[in-house]
């Protein structure tokens, strides 16, 4: 089952991927595309940290998510994997360049598709907010808000929280 969670910014979207990655009956491992280039952000990946169960798994891998996914498939049983959050990792690719933009995205998207156990992917909805003023910013949505309609096309669940609240998308 590969579930695609949606949601705006502080919409709980996280919380509710923890709970339904730690509702499966496998081995769980968090792939955190997050880097901490500031302090307030390294105070928000230690609270994230805090509030993981202590037997999951742990992958930060800012830009190269397929080959994550690659690995952990070879296990013995592949894991649920948690991916927290594609707008960050969106948000990487821009600043790599194109070349690893276009690269990493088709790799990606091509072993979701492959990967034999659960995903839960957590994903910003970008698509109810302000166009933005900025090229980069406009150019950041539309390529979160492709890759979402992207995910959400192979998933087999996508769930939108809003104010905490799971609401169900697909089927």
């Known amino acids: 089952m590969h579930t695609l969670v949606l949601g705006g910014i502080r919409s709980g979207k996280t919380a509710l991927a923890e709970r339904l990655a730690s509702g499966t009956n496998n081995s769980v491992v968090y792939l955190a595309t997050a880097t901490a280039g500031d302090d307030e952000m390294r105070t928000r990946i230690q609270r994230h940290q805090q509030q993981r169960p202590d037997g999951w798994g742990l992958e930060e891998e800012p830009l190269a998510l397929a080959q994550v996914l690659v690995r952990q498939a070879k296990t013995t049983h592949a894991p649920c994997i948690l991916i927290d959050c ?15 933009f276009a690269r990493e995205r088709e790799a990606f998207l091509d072993q979701v598709s492959l990967y034999p156990g659960e995903l839960v992917i957590v994903s910003n909805e970008v698509g109810l907010g302000t166009i933005g003023m900025d090229p980069l910013t406009r150019r950041f949505a539309d390529e979160l808000g492709w890759l979402n309609q992207a995910l959400a096309a192979v998933s087999d669940k996508v769930v939108m929280s809003v104010a905490g609240l799971p609401m169900v998308l697909k089927p």
């Open 86 to 100: 594609m707008s960050l990792w969106v948000s990487n690719l821009l600043h790599a360049g194109e070349a690893i």
